[in-house]
C-alpha cells in the first residue's frame, strides 16, 4: 500500500459526518412508540417519584427491565428535565453513548491495524505506507462503516439499554486492540465493560465474548495480551456477579424454529449488516489461513457471540445491533484489497440509493407544502387524517445544506480519488447520515405525529376527562401504551392483573380489520362502552373506553 493511500480523512469532514449522524432526532421530538417510549416511560417514572429505582415499575406491573441504563436516564430527567424537558434530557446521556460507540470503534480499529500481522509489505525500494498512517486510514473506514451499518440507523438513536451496551462491546473491543500498547487503560477497561454489559441486560452475550476474549489473548504472540488474559477471565467472572446482583438474568431463548424463520433472520441479516457484509466476507475470505492474528480473531468472536445471540432469540435486532462495531472493524480491513469493480459497485448503488431516497423526501416535503405534486400529500393525508404540515425554516435550512453536501460528495467521488482505503465508504456513510438527516428535519413533524402515541393520547383526553384523580385500569396494554397514559395523559394508571376491580374506567386496544366497523364485545359484566375509536395512523388498531356501570358502581 502507498502513502497516498494511507492518507486519512480529514478530521474536520469526518467530525461534521459523525455530527450529522448523531445528532439529528436529538431536539424536537417526542419519545417513539414500543421499545423508546418504554424505556423513557420507566426513566421519568423513577426521576418522578412513581416508581422504585431498584424495582421499577409501569403501571404498578414491574419490568423486565436492565437497571442501569435506565438509571443513566432517570438520573438526566431527574437533573436535567426541569430545564430541557424530560425527553431531551433523557436522551442526552445515550446520544453520548452513540458518539463514544463511534470513538472507541474508530480506535479499536487504529490499534488492531497498529499489528505487525495486519501491516501492508514493505515495498521492495521504498515508498510504502507508514504503519501509523496506514492503521489511522483504516480506522477511518472502520468509523465509516459503522455509520454506513443500516441497523443502527434507528436502533442507535433510541433511548433503550441497547445504547449501553453497544457502547460497553466498543470499549471490550477499544480493550482487547490496545493492550499490546495502553496496558493498563485496557485492564481498567476491561474491568468495566463486561459488568456493564451483563447489567445492562446481556449477561449471557458478556459471558460469551468474555470467553472468547480469553481464548484469543491466550493465543497471542504478544506478552503483553497473553498476560491480560487473566484479566479478561476476571472481568468475565464480575460481568456474572454484577448481573446477579441487577437482576439481569432473564431465560430468553426461544422456542423450536420453523422454516419461515429461517427465511426471516437470512433477509434480517442481509439489510440489518448492509453494506458491511460483503466486505466481511471478503476479510474472512482473504485471512482464512489466518484468522488467529488479533486483528481478525478479535472482532471475529464479538461479532459471532452477537450472531448467535441473535440466533438464539430467533432473530432479535437488538441482539443482532452488538455485532455492528465488530463488523464494522472486519469490513474496513477487506478495503484494502477490495478489487476495483466491487469499489465501483459500492459507489453506484451507494449514488442511485440515497440520491433517490433523498429526492423522494424533498418531493414529498414539496407535496405537503405546496401542493405540487399532488398525490404524494393526498396519500398523507389518507394516511394520517389528522396531520397538519408545519413549515420550519431552521429545518429547512439544515436539508439543503445536508443536501449540498451530498452533491458536493458525489461529485468528488466521481473525480479521480482512487487512493484511499477508505474511498468506498464515504458514499454509504455519507448516504445515510444525509438520509436520517433528512428524516429528522423535513420529515420530522410527520414522522412524530405517526410514531409518537400522543395523537392516540389526544384523542382519549375528551373520554376521560370524568377520570379526574381516579385509576385507570389497563391490564391488557402493551408496557409502551401504559407508559404513553402516564408520560402524555398524566393519568394514574394501574396495568396489575386485578386493576379492573378498583378502577372505574378501563382501557383495552385490540387488533381489528381496517374496513370493519364491529364494536368490540364487554370484557366483563358491569361494565358499559364508553366510547370507541381508533389510533390516528394505526388504522387497524381499536381503542375501547369502559366505565364501570351505575349498578356495578352501587
Same mark, same amino acid.
Given at each position: 500500500?502507498?502513502?497516498?493511500?494511507?492518507?486519512?480523512?480529514?478530521? &474536520?469532514?469526518?467530525?461534521?459526518?459523525?455530527?450529522?449522524?448523531? #445528532?439529528?432526532?436529538?431536539?424536537? /421530538?417526542?419519545?417513539?412508540?414500543?421499545?423508546?417510549?418504554?424505556?423513557?416511560?420507566?426513566?421519568?417514572?423513577?426521576?418522578?417519584?412513581?416508581?422504585?429505582?431498584? @424495582?421499577?415499575?409501569?403501571?404498578?406491573?414491574?419490568?423486565?427491565?436492565?437497571?442501569?441504563?435506565?438509571?443513566?436516564?432517570?438520573?438526566?430527567?431527574?437533573?436535567?428535565?426541569?430545564?430541557?424537558?424530560?425527553?431531551?434530557?433523557?436522551?442526552?446521556?445515550?446520544?453520548?453513548?452513540?458518539?463514544?460507540?463511534?470513538?472507541?470503534?474508530?480506535?479499536?480499529?487504529?490499534?488492531?491495524?497498529?499489528?505487525?500481522?495486519?501491516?501492508?509489505?514493505?515495498?521492495?525500494?521504498?515508498?510504502?505506507?507508514?504503519?501509523?498512517?496506514?492503521?489511522?486510514?483504516?480506522?477511518?473506514?472502520?468509523?465509516?462503516?459503522?455509520?454506513? $451499518?443500516?441497523?443502527?440507523?434507528?436502533?442507535? !438513536?433510541?433511548?433503550? +439499554?441497547?445504547? %449501553?451496551?453497544?457502547?460497553?462491546?466498543?470499549?471490550?473491543?477499544?480493550?482487547?486492540?490496545?493492550?499490546?500498547?495502553?496496558?493498563?487503560? %485496557?485492564?481498567?477497561?476491561?474491568?468495566? *465493560?463486561?459488568? &456493564?454489559?451483563?447489567? $445492562?441486560?446481556? +449477561?449471557?452475550?458478556?459471558?460469551?465474548?468474555?470467553?472468547?476474549?480469553?481464548?484469543?489473548?491466550?493465543?497471542?504472540?504478544?506478552?503483553?495480551?497473553?498476560?491480560?488474559?487473566?484479566?479478561?477471565?476476571?472481568?468475565?467472572?464480575?460481568?456474572?456477579?454484577?448481573?446477579?446482583?441487577?437482576?439481569?438474568? /432473564?431465560?430468553?431463548?426461544?422456542?423450536?424454529?420453523?422454516?419461515?424463520?429461517?427465511?426471516?433472520?437470512?433477509?434480517?441479516?442481509?439489510?440489518?449488516?448492509? +453494506?458491511?457484509?460483503?466486505?466481511?466476507?471478503?476479510?474472512?475470505?482473504?485471512?482464512?489461513?489466518?484468522?488467529?492474528?488479533? !486483528?481478525? %480473531?478479535?472482532?471475529?468472536?464479538?461479532?459471532?457471540?452477537?450472531?448467535?445471540?441473535? #440466533?438464539?432469540?430467533?432473530?432479535?435486532?437488538?441482539?443482532?445491533?452488538?455485532?455492528?462495531?465488530?463488523?464494522?472493524?472486519?469490513?474496513?480491513?477487506?478495503?484494502?484489497?477490495?478489487?476495483?469493480?466491487?469499489?465501483?459497485?459500492?459507489?453506484?448503488?451507494?449514488?442511485?440509493?440515497? $440520491?433517490?431516497?433523498?429526492?423522494?423526501?424533498?418531493?414529498?416535503?414539496?407535496?405537503? !407544502?405546496?401542493?405540487? +405534486?399532488?398525490?404524494?400529500?393526498?396519500?398523507?393525508?389518507?394516511?394520517?387524517?389528522?396531520?397538519?404540515?408545519?413549515?420550519?425554516?431552521?429545518?429547512?435550512?439544515?436539508? *439543503?445544506?445536508?443536501?449540498?453536501?451530498?452533491?458536493?460528495?458525489?461529485?468528488? /467521488? $466521481?473525480? /479521480? !480519488?482512487?487512493?484511499?482505503?477508505?474511498?468506498?465508504? =464515504?458514499?454509504?456513510?455519507?448516504?445515510?447520515? #444525509?438520509?436520517?438527516?433528512?428524516?429528522?428535519?423535513?420529515?420530522?413533524?410527520?414522522?412524530?405525529?405517526?410514531?409518537?402515541?400522543?395523537?392516540?393520547?389526544?384523542?382519549?383526553?375528551?373520554?376521560?376527562?370524568?377520570?379526574?384523580?381516579?385509576?385507570? *385500569?389497563?391490564?391488557?396494554?402493551?408496557?409502551?401504551?401504559?407508559?404513553?397514559?402516564?408520560?402524555?395523559?398524566?393519568?394514574? =394508571?394501574? @396495568?396489575?392483573?386485578?386493576?379492573?376491580?378498583?378502577?372505574?374506567?378501563?382501557?383495552?386496544?385490540?387488533?381489528?380489520?381496517?374496513?370493519? *366497523?364491529?364494536?368490540?364485545?364487554?370484557?366483563?359484566?358491569?361494565? %358499559?362502552?364508553?366510547?370507541?375509536?381508533?389510533?390516528?395512523?394505526?388504522?387497524?388498531?381499536?381503542?375501547?373506553?369502559?366505565?364501570?356501570?351505575?349498578?356495578?358502581?352501587?
Amino acid at each position: 500500500m502507498t502513502r497516498r493511500a494511507a492518507r486519512r480523512l480529514p478530521r &474536520v469532514p469526518l467530525l461534521l459526518l459523525c455530527a450529522a449522524y448523531v #445528532l439529528p432526532g436529538l431536539f424536537g /421530538r417526542d419519545p417513539w412508540r414500543n421499545a423508546d417510549l418504554a424505556a423513557y416511560g420507566l426513566m421519568a417514572a423513577m426521576a418522578e417519584g412513581r416508581s422504585s429505582w431498584l @424495582a421499577p415499575t409501569l403501571g404498578g406491573v414491574a419490568a423486565d427491565a436492565a437497571l442501569l441504563p435506565h438509571w443513566l436516564g432517570a438520573v438526566a430527567v431527574a437533573a436535567l428535565g426541569p430545564w430541557l424537558g424530560g425527553p431531551l434530557a433523557a436522551r442526552l446521556p445515550f446520544a453520548l453513548l452513540l458518539a463514544a460507540t463511534l470513538a472507541l470503534t474508530w480506535y479499536a480499529c487504529f490499534h488492531l491495524a497498529r499489528t505487525d500481522a495486519a501491516q501492508p509489505v514493505a515495498f521492495a525500494f521504498g515508498g510504502e505506507a507508514e504503519p501509523v498512517d496506514y492503521a489511522r486510514a483504516v480506522a477511518d473506514a472502520a468509523v465509516l462503516a459503522l455509520i454506513a $451499518s443500516l441497523g443502527l440507523l434507528q436502533l442507535g !438513536h433510541e433511548t433503550t +439499554p441497547e445504547l %449501553a451496551q453497544l457502547a460497553a462491546v466498543a470499549a471490550l473491543m477499544w480493550a482487547l486492540g490496545a493492550a499490546p500498547f495502553r496496558p493498563r487503560g %485496557a485492564r481498567a477497561v476491561l474491568l468495566a *465493560a463486561l459488568p &456493564v454489559l451483563a447489567a $445492562s441486560g446481556a +449477561p449471557t452475550v458478556a459471558l460469551v465474548m468474555g470467553s472468547g476474549a480469553a481464548l484469543v489473548c491466550a493465543r497471542s504472540s504478544f506478552d503483553d495480551v497473553r498476560r491480560i488474559a487473566g484479566w479478561v477471565a476476571t472481568a468475565t467472572a464480575l460481568a456474572a456477579l454484577a448481573a446477579l446482583a441487577a437482576g439481569s438474568w /432473564r431465560w430468553r431463548i426461544a422456542g423450536a424454529w420453523s422454516v419461515a424463520d429461517f427465511g426471516s433472520v437470512a433477509r434480517q441479516w442481509t439489510w440489518f449488516l448492509w +453494506p458491511v457484509w460483503p466486505a466481511v466476507l471478503w476479510t474472512l475470505w482473504r485471512w482464512r489461513g489466518h484468522l488467529h492474528h488479533r !486483528h481478525v %480473531a478479535v472482532p471475529l468472536v464479538l461479532a459471532l457471540a452477537a450472531l448467535l445471540a441473535n #440466533l438464539a432469540l430467533r432473530g432479535s435486532d437488538r441482539a443482532l445491533l452488538l455485532a455492528l462495531p465488530a463488523t464494522a472493524v472486519l469490513a474496513a480491513f477487506a478495503l484494502p484489497t477490495l478489487r476495483r469493480s466491487a469499489s465501483a459497485a459500492i459507489d453506484w448503488f451507494s449514488m442511485l440509493f440515497f $440520491s433517490a431516497s433523498a429526492l423522494a423526501i424533498w418531493v414529498v416535503y414539496a407535496s405537503l !407544502h405546496t401542493g405540487v +405534486p399532488a398525490k404524494p400529500a393526498a396519500n398523507v393525508a389518507r394516511l394520517a387524517p389528522a396531520f397538519t404540515p408545519d413549515f420550519g425554516a431552521p429545518d429547512l435550512a439544515l436539508a *439543503a445544506l445536508a443536501t449540498l453536501a451530498w452533491l458536493w460528495l458525489v461529485r468528488w /467521488r $466521481s473525480g /479521480r !480519488h482512487r487512493e484511499a482505503v477508505w474511498k468506498s465508504m =464515504v458514499l454509504p456513510a455519507g448516504g445515510v447520515a #444525509l438520509t436520517w438527516l433528512l428524516l429528522m428535519t423535513l420529515w420530522r413533524p410527520l414522522l412524530d405525529h405517526a410514531r409518537s402515541a400522543a395523537p392516540w393520547v389526544d384523542a382519549l383526553r375528551p373520554q376521560l376527562a370524568a377520570l379526574e384523580d381516579g385509576c385507570l *385500569a389497563a391490564a391488557e396494554l402493551s408496557p409502551g401504551l401504559v407508559a404513553a397514559l402516564e408520560v402524555h395523559g398524566r393519568w394514574r =394508571v394501574d @396495568a396489575t392483573a386485578d386493576a379492573a376491580q378498583r378502577c372505574n374506567w378501563r382501557l383495552t386496544v385490540q387488533r381489528v380489520d381496517r374496513r370493519s *366497523a364491529a364494536l368490540p364485545p364487554p370484557p366483563a359484566p358491569g361494565w %358499559a362502552l364508553h366510547a370507541v375509536l381508533r389510533r390516528p395512523t394505526e388504522r387497524d388498531e381499536l381503542t375501547a373506553v369502559w366505565r364501570r356501570s351505575a349498578t356495578a358502581a352501587r
